[in-house]
């Protein structure tokens, strides 16, 4: 029984993971296991872990410290007794206790700026994660796009040898009845062996292309990786937006420019923490202590008196203290002074970055707006050239089916028709991509 329930499971098992193999993947699972699996932006998301402990630090330390410390010890020979400081010429025994706790008063806002400070690292650390997000949905999206464009290409060369088939055995025909010189079957014959070579190089672009994909989806490849194809509906050819119009809304949606601009702001508190270092401190301090000793004695006569009890002892020599410390700066070596000076060039930097930043993105934009301009031309150039092909194999193919055309003729139509297919294929997907990325520097999320 056991062993046929262990039978039952293990087929079970094997079935669950034969449909996930061969499962069909949408572009949305495809994007949600990259986002999962993607090492680069976990380890964005843990080092924004330690930006959010060091706030939490921050905002712990402008609350008071407490601590306690215990000691024992045993002396030897001439040791002094911790309650009577006096010298005692016997093994002693003893043993001390404490509280301590203080607090920051005024610290030149330095505190208080450091809290401000490490909240925006904090921020600019979740634009960084957002930023890594982008990158591979980017990367996600150009993977995806070419293995649904190398469907199509090997779907296009397989049509095409389809068609070469069917004309192989017309010419047999033909040439059967005289109606041909063998010539022509010799021609179609090694225009079909082409075929055949650019459906194996077809299928080899459409392997690597899936290959590319499960890479990085972070998943192992297989061969059974399949994508679902969605319906892509036909372009509208038309941009209803300058580029200046995409710049500005990237600018307020973009998370590496939300990133630098709070960077920016950041090094200006830093300026603001290091020139707090001129002002005086100060700090509340106070502490609770008692000691014990084997060689303490109550009674009249020391010498013949019994040893006191514990808690007697930690309460007759119980002692408090506070304290109010001023720390006033007066030469440091001109440590302060060059940790300001850092801090103004380390503002300078940032903002130069910043500003570096948002150039780049304009020539992004700019450069993909002029992309996209110029795809919805050739799309436009290759449905005239696919239509006019399509006529002209057309006519060529009645043509050299009643013996009119040479079979060099009909090849040279027919293989101008799939070149137009294949260009029209690439003008369509390179038009589709231009045109997601577009809505992406605009926010608008990719789908398919």
């Known amino acids: 029984m056991q062993k046929k329930s262990l039978l039952i499971f293990t087929a079970c098992l094997l079935f669950t993971f034969t449909q996930a193999q061969n499962r069909l993947w949408t572009f949305q699972q495809c994007l949600d296991t990259a986002l999962q699996r993607n090492i680069s932006l976990n380890q964005s998301r843990l080092n924004n872990d330690l930006n959010r402990i060091t706030l939490e630090q921050s905002r712990a330390n402008l609350f008071p410290y407490l601590s306690a410390s215990a000691r024992d010890g045993v002396g030897f020979g001439n040791s002094v007794n911790p309650v009577t400081n006096q010298y005692v010429e016997k093994t002693t025994n003893s043993a001390s206790f404490g509280l301590s706790s203080g607090v920051s008063l005024f610290s030149g806002f330095q505190l208080t700026q450091t809290i401000l400070q490490n909240k925006m690292n904090l921020d600019a650390g979740k634009t960084d994660i957002d930023n890594v997000k982008n990158q591979v949905t980017l990367s996600i999206t150009t993977a995806y796009l070419q293995v649904l464009f190398y469907y199509e290409i090997l779907a296009a060369a397989k049509n095409q040898a389809d068609a070469t088939a069917v004309q ?96 920016s702001n950041s090094a200006l508190l830093g300026i603001k923490i290091n020139e707090g270092a001129r002002y005086p401190t100060i700090s509340l301090g106070g502490g609770v202590n008692s000691n014990y000793a084997v060689s303490s004695r109550s009674g009249v006569n020391a010498s013949v008196a019994k040893a006191s009890s514990f808690l007697p002892q930690l309460w007759n020599n119980l002692g408090e203290s506070i304290g109010l410390n001023l720390s006033i700066p007066i030469y440091s070596n001109r440590l302060i002074k060059s940790n300001i000076e850092r801090a103004k060039v380390n503002m300078l930097i940032t903002q130069l970055n910043e500003q570096d930043i948002k150039l780049q993105l304009r020539k992004t934009i700019e450069q993909s707006y002029t992309d996209l301009k110029n795809s919805i031309k050739k799309y436009e150039a290759t449905k005239d050239q696919i239509a006019a092909a399509e006529l002209s194999y057309n006519n060529m193919e009645r043509k050299y089916k009643v013996g009119m055309a040479t079979a060099i003729d009909y090849l040279i139509e027919k293989n101008a028709y799939y070149q137009a297919q294949s260009n029209g294929i690439q003008a369509k997907y390179d038009y589709i991509f231009k045109s997601k990325i577009l809505d992406f520097y605009q926010g608008k999320p990719i789908t398919f």
């Open 168 to 263: 192989v055995d017309q010419t047999q025909k033909m040439v059967n009845a005289g109606k041909l010189p063998e010539s022509n079957l010799y021609t179609i014959r090694s225009q079909q062996a082409t075929d055949n070579l650019a459906i194996v190089n077809a299928q080899s672009q459409l392997d690597l292309a899936k290959v590319t994909l499960e890479q990085l989806m972070e998943l192992p490849v297989v061969d059974s990786f399949d994508l679902k194809v969605p319906d892509l509906v036909e372009p509208s050819l038309i941009i209803n937006q300058t580029n200046q119009e995409i710049y500005s809304k990237a600018l307020t949606v973009q998370p590496q420019i939300a990133g630098a601009s709070i960077r």
